[in-house]
């Protein structure tokens, strides 16, 4: 028997996205998505790496159904490829695209996972991109039709829809910092596509409603609890503002139907951004989330830097760390799931993405990763202790699946329960797999 067990109906599972699996993308009709442009450029990606084959999942979606089952997932979170359904990104449809996703919820349904779709992990048609993407207002509506198609021919079996995949990291990271696509350096600009992003969101909850197809849909966000490094009141000033820019600046619209005021502030001031027209506050509150997905990965330490842009400065902690340099610390888990419940009125729950990415040893066959099984213990530990307090956190997806295209990291970082050979594409199950279908089986650690 297992010490810590999990509410019966709990939803062990695993997530992927699109361009991180599927490969295939000239295939089908599908269209260039800003994912493609960027790692086609040289120097975006470490060792030139692109999603063009990835885990061929688009071919062997059937023998990863299959090994999903003998895990004994409950759920699957995937994503599904907006250029593959709209190639242009507004317009004519692909019918081939749905053809795939449709099969692959039949799939799923018939070895009775239950399937969780995101409708933007982060492949926005590249046409779009070339008016403009995300800065462009037009955006957040061409995503609620794309959405609308998706609802309409895959819904009456997919019953859990997750609208965007972290708009922060999507802002921040594509618009701000570049390191992702596509590729901006501009924090004005990352401000007004998180206020597009937002919009985007609320569209595609409004047309879900209007179908009335009784499921449930929600939103993904990166969250991270922050911390200040000192004690010094400037140190805690300092969490207080980084924790504003990463969590409530998303939070709050998603679950209180407004921005906070002192990062409104901040970045009026700062930047002059965003630039909110009359209606959208109002279109933003008029579309409650029925769950809140969160991605939760590492904990983030500060301290006060009057000279940096925003006044504070991230530090390094002092605990081990994944592939990633990611801090593992699982405390921040436990309080970010109490504070969630706390300040946002009790909602429903579910930890969408947390995994670990180390340097897996592929030796005779068998794949030795004792630092991930560590890491997902410690982790399903901590919030299984936030729901002995109370949260409401009805799941858990292990990200990943699959190794997979870790973005600007290319396939160097592996965060898969189960080990890819790249050029075999043969699954090799890690240890890590092997432990987590027994979490499964028993219902707990
Ligand atoms: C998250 C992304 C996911 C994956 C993990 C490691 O930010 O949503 O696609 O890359 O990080």
Redesign the pocket.
């Known amino acids: 028997m297992p010490k810590h067990v999990f509410p019966v109906d709990f939803v062990w599972g695993a997530?992927t996205?699109a361009y991180?699996i599927e490969g295939a993308v000239r295939e089908d009709g599908r269209g260039e998505s800003i994912w493609d442009r960027f790692s086609h450029t040289p120097g975006k990606i470490q060792g030139g790496d692109t999603g063009d084959v990835a885990c061929d999942h688009y071919h062997r979606y059937r023998e990863d159904v299959a090994l999903m089952r003998e895990m004994g997932l409950k759920g699957y979170r995937f994503s599904i490829a907006w250029p593959r359904i709209v190639p242009a990104g507004k317009g004519a449809l692909n019918p081939k695209g749905l053809d795939f996703y449709n099969a692959l919820v039949d799939r799923l349904l018939a070895n009775g996972i239950t399937p969780y779709a995101t409708l933007y992990?982060?492949e926005l048609p590249q046409l779009l991109q070339d008016r403009g993407g995300w800065d462009n207002r037009d955006t957040a509506a061409y995503f609620a039709e794309y959405a609308a198609v998706v609802f309409e021919s895959l819904g009456d079996r997919v019953r859990h829809w997750i609208t965007l995949?972290?708009p922060s990291?999507v802002a921040y990271n594509g618009h701000a910092i570049g390191e992702h696509a596509p590729g901006f350096t501009d924090y004005a600009l990352a401000v007004r596509v998180s206020h597009h992003l937002n919009l985007a969101h609320a569209r595609a909850v409004a047309a879900y409603r209007q179908l009335n197809q009784g499921g449930v849909i929600g939103t993904?966000l990166?969250l991270t609890s922050v911390y200040p490094a000192g004690n010094a009141p400037e140190d805690g000033a300092a969490a207080r503002i980084a924790d504003g820019m990463y969590n409530r600046w998303f939070l709050d619209p998603v679950l209180k139907g407004a921005y906070p005021r002192d990062i409104l502030e901040l970045f009026g001031q700062k930047l002059q951004a965003p630039v909110i027209q009359a209606g959208d506050l109002e279109r933003i509150a008029a579309a409650p989330i029925d769950f809140l997905g969160l991605?939760y990965?590492s904990r983030l330490l500060v301290r006060s830097a009057p000279s940096s842009p925003f006044g504070y400065e991230a530090v390094r902690g002092a605990g081990p760390c994944t592939a990633?340099g990611w801090e593992i610390y699982p405390d921040g888990l436990y309080d970010l799931l109490v504070r969630l419940d706390r300040d946002y009125g009790h909602p429903r729950l579910l930890v969408t993405?947390n995994?670990a990415?180390f340097d897996d040893p592929l030796q005779a066959g068998r794949v030795a990763d004792p630092e991930r099984i560590a890491y997902l213990r410690e982790h399903f530990l901590a919030a299984r202790r936030a729901i002995e307090s109370g949260v409401r956190l009805e799941g858990y997806f292990v990200?990943?699946l699959l190794d997979n295209f870790?973005?600007a990291h290319g396939y160097s970082?592996r965060?898969g329960l189960i080990y890819v050979d790249y050029p075999t594409q043969e699954r090799i199950w890690k240890d890590s797999a092997r432990w987590y279908q027994g979490v499964i089986r028993q219902n707990g650690v």
Do not use: I, K, L
């Open positions: 997530a996205a991180q992990h982060w995949n972290e990291v993904t990166n991605n990965y990633m993405e995994g990415a990200w990943s870790e973005w970082r965060f």
